[in-house]
């Protein structure tokens, strides 16, 4: 004998209580599974997801340099105002790898990171070749090394310029030697006396990236996220050193945060992101600009804010960066970190930056689209996007024994702007959504599945039960 239709309504119950209710008890089983699949594959060991991708960079690498060129040298000889024309993108393809690999018991690793640099003619206006007229920074360099030095070392090293001849305040030489250097006979001449006094010389060579291609920019130890994996990347030396020798106070010369290629899991909105930069010789950080996506991939969006490179006038935390005094907001002198050179940095075109500045030079027009950010894919902390704009710029002043800078206004003089980008690309979009985020769905999709299924059945059982409750009372009447 078959069981009755009460029995099997009983039983339908029952079922749909058990699925819904065994939907609802793995919630907490997948969420810690998910975590711990996500910790261990963004920690960095040598056996781990995010390991092949850490070492090298999987994503495409480009770095755009645009060049001011000088329109009005004869007039910014006499004391008038600087007039650029921006030139660029001259593009190169860049490529990283993870080199001189050491791990430690204390979950820390220790590396070297070779950069290399292939120029990409399809993606610039212009070859290396291409000649620019632009500031002889070796001049300017030389005359604010020896401002503070005595009358002999100022009359012998005014010698030597004059002995240069046609090695003015502006020069010629193309992309390339701009970018990756040349053999300056100024320099060379001028070691040689610097050196007779026990000063300290800057290099025979000149280039913005002068030594910096097929090049690291130093040793890393950082966390491997193994314990902490909000510690995942997170920076513990630099060099051997626990904290920066470039500026007067202890929080000024902290290294905070990753190298921005990546940060901890479960990054959110209300977070600070924290980042060192060689570039700029100190930490910043970043905050949550807005939601966007890749490939169908959710991300989040982080800038960093005006009041990072405020003065101390208008951000006291930034006090420390005045060295050796306090330019207004929105430029750094970096002058210790680069063997004594005059140079400042900026953001492009002074974005951000007081407006005097920008009201100095003709042909600066910041925009907001010049800013620096990265795009952060929340559950692995993982930078998906990202680009990084800098502007390079010498202070420039009038100096009375050198005869090309006894006229020129005290001015912060653009020189060129790097835009550092990498994208998210669709066969890593694929790989990403193999690895991560399918797995993530499948879960979801069992859990929130069988919940359904049950409240399916619950509902229908219960819609069968009440439809014949409603059948057998109409019998009856």
Avoid at 82 to 92: A, E, L, N, S
Avoid at 278 to 306: E, N
Avoid at 425 to 437: C, H, M
């Amino acid at each position: 004998m078959g069981l009755s239709f009460r029995g099997k309504a009983i039983g339908f119950a029952i079922l749909g209580v058990v699925l819904a209710a065994a939907g609802g008890g793995l919630i907490p089983f997948f969420k810690n599974m998910i975590r711990t699949t996500i910790e261990q594959s963004v920690a960095i060991t040598s056996t781990s997801d995010a390991f092949s991708a850490w070492k090298q960079a999987p994503v495409p690498i480009h770095m755009q340099f645009y060049l001011f060129a000088v329109a009005n040298p004869a007039e910014v000889l006499n004391g008038g105002q600087p007039y650029v024309i921006q030139k660029g993108p001259y593009t190169y393809r860049e490529y990283r790898l993870k080199e001189n690999i050491e791990w430690y018991e204390n979950n820390t690793v220790a590396y070297d990171e070779r950069r290399w640099f292939v120029f990409d003619r399809n993606m610039s206006v212009g070859g290396e070749d291409d000649v620019l007229l632009s500031v002889n920074v070796p001049l300017v360099t030389v005359a604010t090394l020896v401002k503070y030095k005595s009358e002999i070392v100022q009359s012998l090293v005014k010698d030597v310029i004059e002995a240069a001849g046609d090695e003015g305040l502006f020069v010629n030489h193309t992309v390339g030697e701009w970018l990756w250097g040349y053999e300056d006979p100024l320099l060379q001449d001028v070691k040689k006396v610097l050196e007779r006094f026990g000063i300290p010389a800057p290099d025979d060579h000149f280039g913005f990236f002068y030594g910096q291609n097929n090049s690291n920019d130093g040793n890393y130890l950082i966390y491997t996220g193994q314990d902490d994996p909000s510690m995942t990347a997170h920076l513990d030396r630099w060099n051997g050193m626990l904290e920066l020798p470039y500026w007067s106070t202890n929080s000024s010369n902290m290294l905070n945060g990753t190298d921005g290629t990546m940060f901890g899991p479960y990054t959110t909105r209300d977070q600070t992101l924290y980042l060192y930069s060689t570039d700029i010789c100190r930490s910043i950080y970043a905050v949550y600009d807005h939601d966007t996506s890749s490939f169908g991939i959710d991300l989040l969006r982080f800038v960093p804010p005006p009041e990072v490179f405020w003065n101390s006038t208008a951000n006291p935390a930034n006090a420390g960066y005045c060295t050796p005094n306090c330019l207004g907001s929105g430029v750094l002198n970096v002058s210790n970190c680069q063997k004594g050179a005059p140079i400042i940095v900026s953001q492009p075109h002074f974005l951000n930056s007081a407006q005097k500045y920008i009201d100095a030079v003709q042909g600066m027009h910041p925009a907001d689209e010049m800013n620096t950010y990265v795009d952060v894919e929340p559950m692995t902390g993982a930078a998906f996007n990202a680009q990084k704009k800098l502007q390079i710029n010498i202070y420039m002043q009038p100096f009375p024994f050198v005869d090309d800078l006894k006229n020129v206004r005290t001015i912060i003089f653009p020189l060129m702007f790097v835009n550092e980008s990498a994208f998210l690309d669709e066969p890593n979009a694929n790989d990403f959504k193999k690895l991560v985020l399918n797995n993530i769905r499948l879960t979801y999709a069992v859990q929130y599945g069988l919940m359904a299924i049950g409240a399916v059945i619950l509902l229908t059982t219960a819609l069968i039960s009440l439809m014949r409750c409603r059948a057998k009372s109409e019998v009856i009447r």
